[in-house]
């Protein structure tokens, strides 16, 4: 629930519509009460027109396993949220590589291609990445990670900051432990390239303020 209610501050991206005051403003009504002596005073707006859309990449698999329930209750939480225009899940292991996976269970074929996905996924959508981003070196370095063919996978990373200029990183492991657990060379590359924040309701929250910046 408090995921679900983090993800409602995305709607501060929708546009008003031209119409009545119908729709309810928790923020202005509880200031109103607030100096109105604690005696109840609504406060409507103008509706909004949805126009949020969400690209949730997930890397699964692997030493995600151990977070699985905690990024299913994101997951939960954000299909659930009914706050966004279009949303948009797919999954990676470890890294991104030639394909996107259309389900948790990364199988060759359940795939698209991954510039697929940046040609027709326009640069409004905002990108979240969650993943502990802990890699053998080679996974993010070496061209095509274990596979070794297509680009250099750092490259794929830096491809999706230039298409989409809303992108954060979630990560389930401890911020303290960022910069000495296994994958701490990784983890602290991928930081450099997108805003990284912890896995919990207080990071989600930083990171959707990130995301609010405009």
Same mark, same amino acid.
């Given at each position: 629930?408090?995921?679900?209610?983090?993800?409602? @501050?995305?709607?501060?991206?929708? &546009?008003?519509?031209?119409?009545?005051?119908?729709?309810? !403003?928790? !923020?202005?009504?509880?200031?109103?009460?607030?100096?109105? #002596? /604690?005696?109840?005073?609504?406060?409507?707006?103008?509706?909004?027109?949805?126009?949020?859309?969400?690209?949730? $990449? =997930?890397?699964?698999?692997?030493?995600? *396993?151990?977070? &699985?329930? *905690?990024?299913?209750?994101?997951?939960?939480?954000? &299909?659930? #949220?009914?706050?966004?225009?279009?949303?948009?899940?797919?999954?990676?292991? +470890?890294?991104?590589?030639?394909? *996107?996976?259309?389900?948790?269970?990364? @199988?060759?074929?359940?795939?698209?291609?991954?510039?697929?996905?940046?040609?027709?996924?326009?640069?409004?959508?905002?990108?979240?990445?969650? /993943?502990?981003? #802990?890699?053998?070196?080679?996974?993010?370095? @070496?061209?095509? /990670? +274990?596979?070794?063919?297509?680009?250099?996978?750092? !490259?794929?990373?830096?491809?999706? @900051?230039?298409?989409?200029?809303?992108?954060?990183? $979630?990560?389930?492991?401890?911020?303290? &432990?960022?910069?000495?657990?296994? /994958?701490?060379?990784? =983890?602290? #590359? =991928?930081?450099?390239?997108?805003?990284?924040?912890?896995?919990? *309701? !207080?990071?989600?929250?930083?990171?959707?303020?990130?995301? $609010?910046?405009?």
């Amino acid at each position: 629930r408090q995921f679900q209610m983090a993800f409602r @501050k995305l709607r501060q991206f929708s &546009s008003k519509v031209e119409a009545q005051k119908t729709e309810l !403003d928790i !923020d202005a009504t509880i200031d109103e009460t607030c100096e109105n #002596a /604690g005696m109840l005073k609504l406060v409507f707006d103008k509706p909004r027109k949805n126009t949020v859309k969400v690209l949730l $990449l =997930i890397d699964s698999d692997g030493s995600m *396993l151990m977070y &699985s329930k *905690l990024c299913n209750r994101l997951f939960q939480a954000v &299909s659930q #949220a009914n706050h966004f225009k279009d949303l948009k899940v797919y999954y990676f292991h +470890n890294c991104i590589y030639d394909h *996107l996976y259309t389900t948790p269970y990364c @199988k060759r074929g359940e795939w698209v291609e991954t510039d697929w996905v940046l040609r027709n996924l326009d640069s409004e959508y905002k990108v979240i990445f969650v /993943g502990d981003a #802990a890699m053998a070196p080679s996974e993010l370095y @070496k061209k095509g /990670g +274990n596979s070794f063919i297509g680009l250099w996978n750092e !490259d794929w990373l830096k491809k999706f @900051k230039r298409r989409y200029k809303k992108c954060i990183w $979630l990560n389930p492991i401890e911020k303290i &432990s960022w910069d000495w657990t296994y /994958g701490s060379k990784t =983890i602290n #590359a =991928i930081k450099d390239v997108f805003p990284m924040f912890e896995l919990t *309701l !207080d990071g989600l929250e930083a990171g959707i303020k990130k995301l $609010l910046v405009r």
